[in-house]
């Protein structure tokens, strides 16, 4: 298991399971990362932040013990009681279809908070997600988030909008096809010689930990491009040293403009829903009304990518 600390963004990334290196196009830590570094905690995310819009939601609670199926698997894989979870449906203006989002009952991210976050990405973006999922950040020790099967988890203490970024452009890199290259469950673009022949043209990678593979070093791009989509001026106002989140827009471009898209059309499935006193009983959330859900309305092939944060290394 591979680990880095970053300078000024204590943030590292890896993939946990299906790791792939492609030798013919070489590996990013050919390049140094630029300098000055991107601070992803203050510049990047103020500016994510304060240029996302944000679409209109209606947010419900789901009776207790109905939960989606890769909620329950995420919960165990950390050990946690699935019984110990809030299962929110939330609807967009955009979607007709409902997510399906969990949150630990002790985590200090509550339901609004995660529907508002997750509804500042662009649809095309949020359309590639199956599920959120909340836990407290003891639960997830030195761990920020991880996606897997398009499923992402954060860990409370990070429930960051550039960290959501870096976990969707996986699925992004996933889904989204780019012509000549091959989809796979570990990626697309970011494993073909394409992108590689485009970042070792450059000068210098987006962050330390963009040296590490191409999936991470495409997913790394893919914050810095929505930064440069949405805020006025663009990555020329932080560091016009770095050029590659520019192959990141030409092929994506269309998913991560805001507004571009207006309604979803491409939804990921979701997981079945689970009566946990019943796990025989699954359905798909379409039939959710055929477990008994009592929603009540709220006042207000294996893929993994970790995102761990260590102490900042000076």
């Known amino acids: 298991m591979l680990f880095m600390s970053l300078l000024l963004l204590p943030l590292s990334a890896l993939t946990a399971r299906h790791t792939t290196f492609v030798v013919a196009g070489g590996t990013p830590d050919m390049l140094p990362a630029i300098s000055p570094l991107f601070s992803f905690n203050t510049t990047v995310e103020w500016g994510l932040s304060r240029h996302l819009p944000y679409v209109q939601n209606h947010l419900a609670v789901l009776k207790a013990g109905v939960m989606p199926l890769s909620c329950i698997k ?87 909008l550039y960290i959501f970024a870096h976990e969707i452009a996986h699925s992004i890199d996933r889904h989204i096809p780019v012509p000549g290259v091959n989809l796979t469950f570990q990626g697309g673009l970011s494993l073909s010689p394409k992108w590689q022949d485009e970042v070792n043209k450059d000068k210098a990678t987006p962050t330390e930990y963009a040296r590490r593979n191409w999936s991470e070093n495409l997913a790394e791009a893919g914050v810095v491009a929505l930064f440069d989509m949405v805020v006025p001026g663009g990555l020329k106002t932080v560091n016009a040293n ?3 989140y520019e192959t990141f827009r030409a092929y994506y471009g269309d998913i991560i403009q805001p507004r571009k898209k207006l309604k979803c059309t491409n939804r990921v499935p979701d997981s079945p829903l689970v009566n946990l006193n019943d796990m025989s009983n699954v359905v798909t959330p379409a039939d959710d009304t055929k477990l008994g859900v009592d929603i009540t309305m709220d006042s207000g092939e294996d893929f993994e990518n970790a995102t761990y944060v260590l102490p900042v290394s000076l």
């Open 74 to 160: 995420e919960a165990r894989d950390f050990n946690l009681d699935p019984s110990d979870f809030e299962v929110y449906k939330v609807t967009y203006r955009d979607c007709d279809r409902p997510w399906y989002f969990c949150r630990h009952k002790s985590a200090k991210i509550d339901g609004r908070n995660m529907r508002i976050a997750f509804g500042r990405f662009p649809v095309a973006m949020r359309e590639l997600v199956k599920h959120i999922i909340v836990l407290k950040g003891s639960d997830m020790p030195g761990l920020a988030g991880k996606n897997i099967l398009d499923t992402i988890v954060i860990a409370d203490n990070y429930f960051k």
């Open 242 to 244: 770095y050029r590659d």
